[in-house]
């Protein structure tokens, strides 16, 4: 990945490990439901899922906790 790539991808997930905080009291669900796909979609395409040669194409496992 390039280097904007990455240091975007860093960034979704320091973001969604700081809404998904236990310091900040917000379940997993309260999570989903502010902001239902936002985030997972952000990571998606931060990853590069979306191109066929992915390994992990199609698939959103993992991208949150839960």
Partial sequence: MNQF???LNQTLKSINNFLTSD???LTPAVVREAFPNLLIERLYYAE???HPSHP???SY???CRS
């Fill in 48 to 50: 590069g899922r979306q």
């Fill in 5 to 7: 790539a990455q240091t």
């Fill in 23 to 25: 310091s900040l009291s």
């Fill in 56 to 58: 992990l194409h199609g």
């Fill in 61 to 63: 496992a993992g991208l």
